[in-house]
């Protein structure tokens, strides 16, 4: 269960304590009062963002919230199923 956002300035300072300070997620999560898991899933949004450490000067505190945070996709979005039987049979090919 997802639970609150942290504020930018502690997300700031998980960052920062991670690659200015090379410290470890527990130890990130005492300093921060948050737990060792919430420090590898802002760790995580980072880098599946393309982002590191330091974020650009540029971007706004609303800006990098963007960025780990983007929107969930469209209510309308459909995902599709595999092919469960092509997948099959591919996987039975040149099976005696």
């Known amino acids: 269960m997802p639970g609150k956002m942290l504020s930018m300035r502690k997300i700031g300072e998980v960052l920062r304590l991670k690659y200015e300070h090379c410290r470890s997620n527990r130890e990130i999560g005492i300093s921060c009062g948050i737990g060792s898991s ?18 650009p ?38 099976r005696v």
């Open 38 to 55: 919430t420090v590898s899933e802002y760790i995580q949004r980072v880098r599946r963002a393309g982002s590191s450490w330091p974020l």
């Open 57 to 94: 000067e540029h971007l706004s505190e609303a800006a990098v919230e963007q960025l780990l945070f983007p929107p969930p996709p469209p209510q309308g979005c459909v995902r599709r199923w595999p092919d469960y039987p092509s997948i099959q049979g591919s996987c039975n090919r040149g």
